[in-house]
């Protein structure tokens, strides 16, 4: 059976891995790429165009931190010339008001920011950036007073997931439009850190709770998209919306992955631009095609009622867990990986308490 | 919202044509909607100005059909559109 390929709705650029902050959780792999292999202003901005030509219609410009980058001006630029929705993934640090005037002239469309914990204490020591949070504060008044549409991106964990009402207030008070409440999903930094960021089942109920209730009340003036932890769900996410259907992601360095944590999958070989196009990448490349549509799926999916549900969960999870991409998500109920998973819960979520964070550096 | 609320396509949301998939899309933050013949009916309306019950009056003469049966649908759209942050609304 030929699977239908659909062209790509959005891409993720992760523009560099440099970052001030050092967030134990971090999407980014745990070799970090250091900043002669990233690619030139001229090559992002041929990516965007050929990511537009494509279908893509949302960029995200993310790092690392992508304000580290000198050329961010240039390059939100270039891909508004693309004709791209342009949405800036940031922590805030590095952004000064100037440089958010320079933004606006460019053509931002958006500005997505993280939002460590509430308190300078707990951002500070999340983030291993003293100073941190209050700069953040300060970047968010300038963010308002321009006017950019805000979304507060805000990371949850067992340290700070009890602090849920007031991040949801914090979303409100610093004139967010939407909050992207976000359990960290354990890849790249925070798998090593899985057993210190872990929430326990309580937490996780008293959030769900709390959101369902938050939705209701502020329906019509505050968005919230709610990201579970998924090591709690009865069924897998339906990661990247099915693999190679959706979204793509381009590394500092021009590797052009399905999602960001493709690289742990040993056996796939990923392409880069601008040495291959971006086109023949998305349709024809064998890591994009690896799991795409359902042949690939094992009998168990195939057959299963959510199978164009879910798409069989993350095989990047299904990799991490089980050392099997190819395997059903261990979250899944029916998955034989799941008394795995169960046993991971269980011997992380009952350590009283949780081991030190290993730092992104 | 009421039907005398006026809405409107806040700042970091716009409508353009996506030359890949032929159609008129609908972009904000994390949303892409793809708009059929009605959405876009709708969407092109949003000038700030008309009310929702006024767009529904102007949709039902354009398309000859029946007020009460328009002026439903395109507040149900509205609102659904209000609560994915795509739309803003403000009492006149």
């Known amino acids: 059976m030929s699977v239908r390929v659909d062209p790509p709705m959005a891409m993720l650029a992760e523009l560099t891995h440099r970052c001030p902050l050092a967030c134990p959780y971090c999407s980014n792999p745990t070799d970090l790429l250091a900043r002669d292999a990233e690619l030139s202003t001229e090559s992002w901005a041929d990516v965007f165009r050929q990511a537009a030509d494509l279908g893509v219609l949302q960029l995200h410009l993310s790092g690392g931190e992508p304000a580290s980058r000198r050329d961010l001006e240039e390059l939100v630029i270039a891909a508004r010339d693309a004709g791209l929705y342009t949405n800036l993934i940031t922590s805030g640090i590095g952004l000064t008001e100037k440089r958010l005037r320079a933004l606006d002239d460019a053509g931002l469309d958006h500005v997505q920011l993280s939002l460590q914990g509430v308190t300078a204490e707990m951002a500070d020591r999340i983030g291993g950036y003293t100073g941190g949070f209050d700069r953040k504060m300060h970047v968010a008044e300038i963010i308002a007073d321009i006017g950019f549409p805000l979304t507060l991106n805000a990371v949850m964990h067992r340290e700070n997931l009890d602090d849920l009402p007031q991040t949801i207030d914090m979303a409100r008070r610093l004139g967010a439009r939407r909050i992207e409440v976000a359990c960290v999903q354990f890849q790249g930094w925070a798998l090593v850190n899985r057993a210190a960021l872990q929430p326990s089942r309580a937490q996780v109920d008293q959030a769900k709770a709390t959101v369902a209730r938050a939705i209701e009340t502020l329906k019509g003036r505050l968005v919230i998209d709610f990201v579970p932890p998924d090591y709690y769900s009865d069924f897998p996410k339906a990661c990247m919306n099915g693999w190679g259907s959706t979204g793509l992601n381009v590394t500092p360095d021009g590797t052009v992955l399905p999602c960001h944590a493709a690289e742990t999958i040993p056996h796939l070989q990923f392409d880069k631009v601008p040495e291959h196009a971006l086109a023949e990448i998305w349709y024809t490349s064998a890591a994009f095609n690896a799991y795409r549509g359902t042949d690939w799926m094992p009998a168990l999916c195939q057959s299963c009622t959510r199978r164009d549900v879910d798409f069989g969960g993350c095989r990047c999870q299904a990799m991490a867990v089980l050392g099997d991409a190819a395997a059903p998500d261990p979250v899944c109920r029916k998955s034989p990986g799941r008394a795995a998973l169960d046993a991971l819960l269980t011997q992380e979520v009952q350590q009283v308490t949780a081991p030190d964070f290993v730092y992104r550096r | ?92």
């Open chain 2, 1 to 92: 919202m009421t039907s005398d609320d006026v809405p409107f396509l806040p700042r970091g949301v716009r409508t353009q044509f996506d030359a890949v998939r032929k159609a008129d899309v609908i972009l904000g933050p994390e949303r892409v909607l793809v708009l059929d013949q009605v959405g876009k009916a709708v969407i092109g309306r949003l000038d700030g100005v008309a009310s929702v019950a006024e767009i529904a009056v102007d949709l039902a003469q354009v398309y000859d059909a029946p007020l009460d049966v328009i002026a439903p649908d395109v507040t149900a759209f509205i609102e659904d559109l209000r609560d994915r942050g795509m739309v803003h609304v403000r009492p006149r």
